[in-house]
């Protein structure tokens, strides 16, 4: 792979974040984005004697983002690699990603046991809604990280020295290393914004399992009824019930781990959140096999 810069870098680092996306995948697997998969390669200089599969390009595609481009999805597949799968298990563990809390997006949550949110924050990015952001992921999780790199370290070690709020440094050989451990705090947990998280089938499970009935209204009136219900259990509790549902939306189980576990780690993020049946994880490991 050449090294490129200016307007090619540009145009390179575009071209990626297009690329490196669920629908985009799905799409080059189903060769329907073919125009778009060859211009990313084309546009990194990777000589034709690197790539003899489309594995091959995946991985050089990859292996420039980690020298050279670091953008959210790096960031998102380093912690389902390192944390979810790394020190966790796909079996025992969920990860969600773009949860909506209170008009933001949260990034990354992690749940074994306790939930755990991660705010990514690449050498692309500011700082200036940070603050804001974590004020809304407190009213509905209790512990709370900022995965950034070098650039934004001394920054958010003084932003955040005196917060229960973590830090973890994604260092330039690709690991996490913990700066800040976060701390439980509990003092912001909302019941309204716990109930806006979950879907209708998780907050009727949560009302039945407490009350053992569901109201009886008309659909106009039927959430407010079940939001009134559900605010007067203990919100320590509610949060322990939602990440309880929560943790049921996990796209991995005991008929596809198999088939989950030989994804090459460029693609592990991609993958888990695209819930792809056998029959799909079958046409993806033909296409990353099939000859370039």
Request: aromatic share 10%.
């Amino acid at each position: 792979m050449l090294s490129i810069g200016g307007s090619a870098k540009m145009t390179a680092d575009v071209l990626l974040n297009k690329i490196f996306t669920v629908n985009s995948l799905r799409k080059a697997v189903n060769n329907k984005n073919g125009d778009l998969y060859k211009e990313t390669i084309n546009s990194l200089s990777i000589s034709n004697g690197e790539i003899k599969t489309n594995l091959d390009a995946i991985k050089n595609m990859y292996k420039y983002m980690y020298k050279s481009h670091r953008n959210e999805y790096f960031y998102k597949n380093t912690l389902i690699n390192k944390i979810l799968l790394g020190r966790h298990s796909v079996r025992t563990s969920t990860a969600i990603r773009e949860l909506p809390i209170s008009n933001n997006i949260l990034d990354l949550l992690i749940i074994n046991g306790i939930g755990q949110v991660y705010e990514i924050k690449t050498g692309l990015d500011n700082l200036n809604r940070l603050k804001d952001q974590l004020n809304a992921y407190y009213m509905a999780f209790s512990y709370c990280n900022v995965v950034t790199d070098l650039s934004h370290l001394d920054d958010l070690k003084e932003l955040l020295s005196d917060t229960p709020t973590g830090i973890i440094l994604l260092t330039s050989r690709g690991t996490l290393h913990v700066e800040k451990s976060p701390s439980e705090y509990n003092d912001k947990l909302n019941s309204q914004e716990i109930f806006r998280i979950l879907r209708k089938s998780e907050f009727e499970n949560i009302i039945k399992k407490n009350f053992g009935y569901l109201p009886k209204v008309g659909q106009s009136k039927y959430y407010q009824e079940c939001f009134e219900l559900f605010k007067t259990i203990e919100v320590k509790q509610t949060q322990k019930f939602m990440l309880d549902e929560l943790k049921k939306r996990t796209s991995i189980n005991q008929e596809n781990y198999s088939y989950f576990k030989d994804i090459p780690k460029e693609l592990k993020a991609l993958v888990y959140f695209s819930d792809y049946k056998i029959k799909e994880y079958n046409v993806l490991q033909e296409f990353l096999n099939t000859k370039y």
